[in-house]
């Protein structure tokens, strides 16, 4: 299987189909082999155009998928047809699956002690404790981060999960990437760990599929979401009218 790299707007992407998406990274881990993975919607491509260490970190990585249904849009317009959408979440649960049938082990990093914790809790129950890593919650210190860096490598993890907010997780994976590249399969999953755990509900499929799941998210934090989407999905809209109008 080979991935034909686009480029938009700056941002490199993988033009991947989910189960493509699935098979390179089970490949990987079979042949214990190392894969750094990232995704990008509307709010992200937004941010590297104006945060070069973010855009070096995102671009830097070995598969790059793109998350939001935006940039699948913005593709078809560029000229530059991306198969389909690989929503970070969506990934995630499915490599959970596969952890659990092939017998990998997950390593879950990032949010609230009581958020992550349910997420873990859930895991175990729903497939198997013997699929847990480690854990542990998103709230440490520049200083401390060789250190969780090296307890990951430590705990046996062949995928890691990264729940922390944009730029710090792309540039705590990207600055930690000698310690961390025992573990086969790294990927930033944003909020998927509140939505998991019940913290946050996600959008009902027919948004998701007509790229309102934005909208949803608005609705449910509007104080702290509107900024983010608003204002930069305005940004992205504009970033893709200048890319075409200079074709």
Not at 98 to 106: D, G, P, R
Request: hydrophobic letters at 40%; glycine letters at 6%; aromatic letters at 10%.
């Amino acid at each position: 299987m080979t991935s034909r790299r686009i480029e938009l707007l700056s941002t490199r992407i993988d033009n991947l189909s989910m189960q493509e998406t699935l098979f390179l990274v089970d490949a990987k881990i079979k042949a214990k082999e190392s894969l750094h993975h990232s995704v990008v919607n509307a709010g992200k491509i937004v941010a590297m155009h104006s945060d070069v260490q973010l855009r070096e970190s995102v671009n830097s990585a070995d598969l790059i998928n793109a998350d939001g249904q935006a940039v699948i849009w913005a593709s078809k317009l560029l000229g530059k047809p991306l198969k389909e959408r690989v929503a970070g979440i969506d990934l995630m649960e499915n490599l959970v699956e596969l952890a659990h049938q092939k017998n990998y082990k997950i390593y879950c990093l990032g949010a609230k002690e009581e958020v992550v914790s349910k997420v873990v809790s859930h895991y175990k129950e729903k497939y198997s404790p013997k699929i847990i890593a480690g854990y542990r919650n998103g709230y440490f210190t520049k200083e401390e981060e060789p250190k969780v860096a090296k307890e990951i490598a430590e705990s046996g993890a062949n995928i890691l999960f990264v729940a922390i907010n944009t730029p710090k997780k792309e540039n705590f994976l990207y600055e930690n990437r000698e310690t961390l590249k025992v573990v086969n399969f790294i990927m930033g999953v944003g909020g998927s760990f509140d939505v998991v755990s019940g913290l946050v509900k996600r959008a009902p499929l027919w948004m998701q599929r007509s790229g309102l799941e934005w909208f949803y998210r608005l609705i449910q934090e509007p104080k702290r979401m509107w900024k983010r989407y608003l204002i930069g999905n305005s940004k992205f809209i504009f970033l893709i009218l200048k890319e075409k109008f200079k074709k």
